[in-house]
């Protein structure tokens, strides 16, 4: 038998906000803040107990650049339109660019207090997560 059960989820509101510092030709920060709500309604008196909550997102992250930019191509690699014939000539026009990220999620507190009878009873939940990665793009 299937049961279905109305949840009753909510509209959400996210804001977020970030900025970008370009520290000079080979460095980039960056950092930023977002704000998310909860679709899922109090789960006090419910028979679902679906776990969240309000979030917070604070990033920082940074991109480094190697090698030559585009911009600054050789003659020679200009001339040939990106055809090395060899790996050393695709080497020395080559532009290596590497960005980091960290990430922390804070999930409010939230918690429900459950009917008498319920199989999982009243229940408490916070924390946070942290995220960490990172990109490395190659041009030659």
Known sequence: VIQSVDVDFRDVFHFRLGAELVANDWLIVRGGYAFRTSAVP?????????????????????????GQAPEELSDEAKASE???????????????????????????????????????????ADGGLFNVGFSLTARF
Do not use: C
């Not at 050393?88 to 008498?116: C, G, I, N, R």
């Open 42 to 66: 109090d789960q006090s008196d419910e028979t679902t107990n679906l776990v969240d909550s309000n979030k917070h997102v604070f990033s920082i992250g940074a991109g480094f650049t190697f």
């Open 82 to 124: 990106g055809r090395a014939e060899t790996m050393e000539e695709a080497l020395v026009d080559a532009s290596f660019d590497l960005d980091v990220f960290l990430q922390y999620h804070f999930h409010e507190s939230v918690s429900a207090d459950k009917p008498a009878g319920d199989p999982v009873g009243d229940w408490d």
